[in-house]
């Protein structure tokens, strides 16, 4: 079975400030790994993912992952926060096999303060 | 070229009734899961379906059945309501090989 954990429910950053959000999995098989940023009232949007190829995985808006083995790791950072980063962030797992059902985590939701 | 979507936006339904909920997938994808996100959790996966068939399901109760149409379109339906589902119900599309998942902007469903 597959389990994320998603370290502190709330996280709150000064722009311009460093961002870290944690992300700690489960899994039995080898794993993909994603973040994905929700805004309020919309649906979820795909930062970035890990199939197994390079560790340091770059997504869009500046944000980056690092997939680390040794600690089931994959926590997401970004250097410079800007006031538009502020939603809810979901890191996920999947089984390695293509197509399979996302895990997620409870979530962490990012404010960015002026 | 038109993401996935979804319909209704939002929908207030009454404990016992049932519902149906609808996808439409992005262009080119055939495969299409539904998720149902709680207010303040995340998404868990509900059921996926390929070629018309529920190929994975989820830790839901048979009150929860979908369908599959030629199009790849989809219906998520609901019966039996209880206030525990009241939630964002998530369509996300796929190709079949493909690991990534695209998702759509969600059904706020409230059960009174």
């Known amino acids: 079975a597959q389990s994320v954990t998603q370290l502190g429910s709330h996280v709150s950053v000064s722009e311009g400030a460093l961002v870290l959000l944690r992300c700690n999995y489960s899994s039995s098989v080898p794993p993909y790994l994603f973040w994905y940023v929700q805004y309020p009232n919309q649906g979820l949007q795909l930062l970035l993912k890990y199939t197994s190829a390079a560790t340091l995985v770059k997504g869009i808006n500046g944000f980056e992952a690092e997939f680390k083995k040794s600690e089931t790791s994959f926590h997401l950072t970004k250097p410079s926060a800007h006031m538009s980063d502020a939603a809810e962030y979901f890191c996920a797992v999947s089984e390695s096999s293509g197509n399979t059902p996302l895990v997620f985590g409870k979530g962490t939701r990012l404010s960015v303060i002026a | 070229d038109a993401g996935v979507t979804q319909s209704p936006t939002h929908l207030i339904k009454t404990r016992g009734q049932q519902v149906t909920l609808r996808c439409s997938p992005k262009?080119?994808?055939?495969?299409v899961s539904w998720y149902q996100q709680a207010l303040g959790q995340g998404p868990q996966f509900i059921f996926q379906?390929?070629?018309?068939?529920?190929?994975q399901r989820g830790n839901f109760p048979d009150r929860f059945s979908g369908h599959q149409f030629p199009n790849y379109s989809s219906e998520l339906n609901v019966n039996a309501l209880l206030l525990g589902d009241s939630a964002l119900y998530l369509c996300?599309?796929?190709?079949?090989?493909?690991?990534?998942?695209?998702f759509g902007p969600g059904t706020r469903l409230t059960v009174t």
């Open positions: 262009s080119g994808h055939d495969t």
């Open positions: 996300a599309s796929s190709p079949d090989s493909s690991s990534e998942q695209y």
């Open positions: 379906y390929y070629e018309e068939e529920e190929r």
